[in-house]
């Protein structure tokens, strides 16, 4: 049995897989970077040990200094969780030379997983079937080209030594393929060092679903059936479910029988994912990852196993708990993945976390932050993960309705009422999922931009005006009673009346309310809503608007007012009007940095013309590539920073000259 684990990871994995070790009575120890220092993983652990600077690769990437951390603290075993280090197999080996147990499988299994090319080969043998492509040595444009138009276009090229979707390309025709093959080879390489790609059919509109493996060091194999992965954005997880729904039963014994030979084939031991592609012809094999996955709860959550318990049992020499025919699915799952993240183009976010709750049971968050934390440009910017199970389908569905419309996060941009558009969607609904469903349905998942209605006015302004009077409350004066300490909007011989101009994103809205008795009568710009405050607490209000009863969460952040509604989240800010008259007009022709990262690749040089969409910089930001692209028609007039500068959000990339006509 093992005594004390060290979690080579960190946010809500180490926080997880610290949870199930502490339950069974084994000592943890966290590691750290420079930025996680005040960490949630780390309070949650018994010990913790500093491991570098805040980039991954100086810290959670640097194999040597884990081990050393691992010696140092006394633990006789490693759990690498997901991403990081979790399918190095030179990590996997440097543990097991320093006698140090890896709670994973053993150093062949990495290997043969490692390479998306070699992996299919083995497959191949154990007939597992695989999509028509190219897994060869060879990585020159002749080949890969060649390799395409055999295979026919669309293609899709992917990195051969990781997932996650980077290094991933879709190339519809012969012209895209060159600069799709520099950018996926770029990508590749800083994400996993490796910078090999594959070319592969691309099938327009498949399923994702992948098998649970699990093997012991017995000779013990079994599967914990499928969970469906389709719904994803940029070749990323967005939203997964288990059971698969709709997955015809021959079907499904089949790929749990596939995904048990591809796990024997290679020597598996521990817990595994066989990834397939599902499609009208059938199912094929994309890869298997040899680690636990990031969706692994909705499989606990239809078996009732923990999987950790089960990782950390066969590690110790364990045999498997149960048998294949012990393990049986009760009810449906779903996970919803909440990032902070703009579903807009799906862009990263960082900033504080000013304001944070997460519903109650029966949903199970997973989560490696709190009110306060940061979302740091070093690291995946997921918040939690919400995790639902119900009956059926219908059932769970609804609960994860209910648990992302109780989420409240403010503070930064998150995907949540992308997620919440997501889950109530029809096509959805009725299980209708591929690869392609959010590109399908974007335009009802990421709607236009709303002005707020007259009501979220309404419910903004009676929010700010509590909020101004709780603050004048609380501010110590020689007079309580004088009339002019009041925020009320007190007047001699007239019926109070409050302006306010709220500001949400580049337009501004002047809202006035007039006192009449115990309430407001908003008087612009919707003459006659009445305004009732029905109290609330500090992060809460209840209020009639217009007759309608209405419960806001709220949440405050100097001058920003965030209103958490049951549709979506509203932020406004309300305007000084004496800063308002003295503001500049926005400077224009520069392009800024959208968020912290490094410069990748400069496109163009100073002088060039450019047209509307063309690329100019490559910026690299959390493992994923962004190309900033012209905005109109111009001219390039100087660049200001070149490959290999890092640069901080709304850094002045480059200065930009409109053409006349755009």
């Given at each position: 049995m093992i005594q004390t684990l060290l979690i080579a990871n960190r946010g809500e994995i180490a926080c997880r897989i610290a949870r199930t070790a502490g339950a069974m009575g084994i000592r943890t120890v966290a590691v750290y970077s420079e930025a996680d220092a005040g960490a949630l993983h780390v309070e949650r652990c018994d010990a913790a040990v500093p491991i570098g600077p805040a980039p991954a690769s100086d810290s959670y990437l640097k194999a040597e200094v884990i081990?050393?951390?691992?010696?140092?603290?006394?633990?006789?075993?490693?759990?690498?969780?997901?991403?990081?280090?979790?399918?190095?197999?030179?990590?996997?080996?440097?543990?097991?030379?320093?006698?140090?147990?890896?709670?994973?499988p053993p150093v062949s299994a990495i290997q043969a997983m490692g390479s998306k090319a070699e992996a299919k080969a083995l497959m191949e043998k154990a007939g597992v079937p695989l999509v028509p492509g190219y897994h060869g040595v060879a990585q020159d444009l002749t080949t890969l080209a060649a390799a395409a138009e055999k295979i026919g276009y669309p293609v899709l090229l992917k990195a051969s030594a990781g997932g996650g979707g980077r290094g991933m390309r879709v190339v519809e025709a012969p012209v895209d393929l060159e600069p799709a093959i520099a950018s996926a080879k770029r990508e590749s390489a800083a994400a996993f060092g490796d910078d090999r790609l594959l070319v592969e059919k691309y099938l327009s509109r498949p399923r994702h679903v992948e098998v649970q493996v699990f093997a012991d060091g017995h000779g013990n194999v079994v599967h914990l059936f499928e969970r469906d992965c389709s719904v994803q954005r940029r070749h990323q997880k967005v939203l997964e479910e288990a059971p698969a729904p709709d997955l015809d039963p021959a079907i499904r014994a089949a790929m749990g029988a596939a995904a048990?030979?591809?796990?024997?084939?290679?020597?598996y031991v521990g817990a595994g994912?066989?990834?397939?592609?599902?499609?009208?012809?059938?199912?094929?094999?994309?890869?298997?990852?040899?680690?636990?996955?990031?969706?692994?709860?909705v499989t606990e959550l239809i078996t009732g196993i923990d999987?950790?318990?089960?990782?950390?049992?066969?590690?110790?020499g364990e045999a498997l708990p149960l048998t294949q025919d012990q393990i049986v699915v009760t009810g449906h799952a779903f996970e919803a993945r909440l990032y902070a993240e703009d579903p807009v183009d799906f862009r990263p976010q960082t900033g504080r976390i000013n304001h944070l709750r997460f519903p109650g049971p029966p949903a199970r968050v997973d989560t490696g932050?709190?009110?306060?934390?940061?979302?740091?440009?070093?690291?995946?910017?997921?918040?939690?993960?919400?995790?639902?199970?119900?009956?059926?389908?219908?059932e769970a569905l609804g609960r994860l309705s209910r648990a992302l419309a109780e989420t409240e996060v403010a503070g930064l941009v998150t995907n949540q009422p992308f997620l919440a558009r997501l889950a109530a969607h029809p096509a959805f609904k009725a299980a209708e999922v591929h690869t392609g469903f959010i590109e399908e349905h974007a335009a009802a998942l990421i709607p236009e931009p709303q002005s707020p209605s007259n009501q979220v006015l309404a419910l903004a302004a009676l929010a700010i005006l509590r909020h101004r009077a709780d603050l004048a409350s609380a501010t110590p004066s020689g007079d309580p009673y004088s009339p002019w300490r009041a925020v009320s909007g007190w007047r001699l011989n007239e019926a109070a009346v409050q302006t306010l101009i709220l500001e949400q994103g580049d337009k501004r809205h002047v809202v006035s309310l007039r006192q009449e008795g115990d309430g407001y009568r908003m008087i612009t710009p919707a003459t006659g809503l009445?305004?009732?405050?029905?109290?609330?607490?500090?992060?809460?209000?209840?209020?009639?608007?217009g007759g309608a009863a209405i419960t806001a969460g709220l949440a405050f952040?100097?001058?920003?007012?965030?209103?958490?509604?049951?549709?979506?989240?509203?932020?406004?800010?309300?305007?000084?009007?004496?800063?308002?008259?003295?503001?500049?007009?926005?400077?224009?022709?520069r392009l800024t940095a959208p968020m912290p990262g490094k410069i990748i690749s400069v496109q163009v040089k100073d002088g060039d013309v450019v047209t509307r969409g063309a690329p100019l910089v490559v910026l690299e930001a959390m493992k994923m590539e962004h190309t900033i692209a012209a905005p109109g028609d111009g001219r390039v007039v100087k660049i200001h920073y070149q490959a290999g500068d890092l640069v901080e959000e709304g850094a002045d990339l480059l200065e930009f000259e409109p053409s006349d006509e755009a």
């Open positions: 081990v050393e951390a691992a010696r140092a603290s006394g633990a006789d075993a490693v759990h690498p969780g997901y991403g990081f280090l979790s399918e190095n197999a030179d990590f996997a080996a440097a543990c097991g030379e320093a006698g140090i147990v890896f709670v994973g048990v030979a591809a796990a024997r084939a290679i020597g994912t066989v990834e397939f592609i599902l499609d009208a012809t059938g199912f094929y094999f994309m890869e298997m990852n040899t680690r636990l996955q990031v969706e692994h709860p999987l950790v318990e089960w990782q950390l049992r066969v590690a110790g932050v709190r009110q306060g934390d940061t979302v740091s440009i070093h690291y995946d910017p997921m918040i939690a993960k919400l995790i639902v199970h119900g009956r059926d389908r219908a009445s305004v009732q405050d029905a109290r609330g607490d500090k992060d809460r209000l209840r209020a009639v608007i952040d100097g001058a920003t007012v965030t209103l958490f509604l049951p549709e979506v989240p509203s932020v406004l800010s309300w305007i000084d009007p004496l800063d308002a008259a003295g503001e500049l007009d926005d400077v224009g022709g």
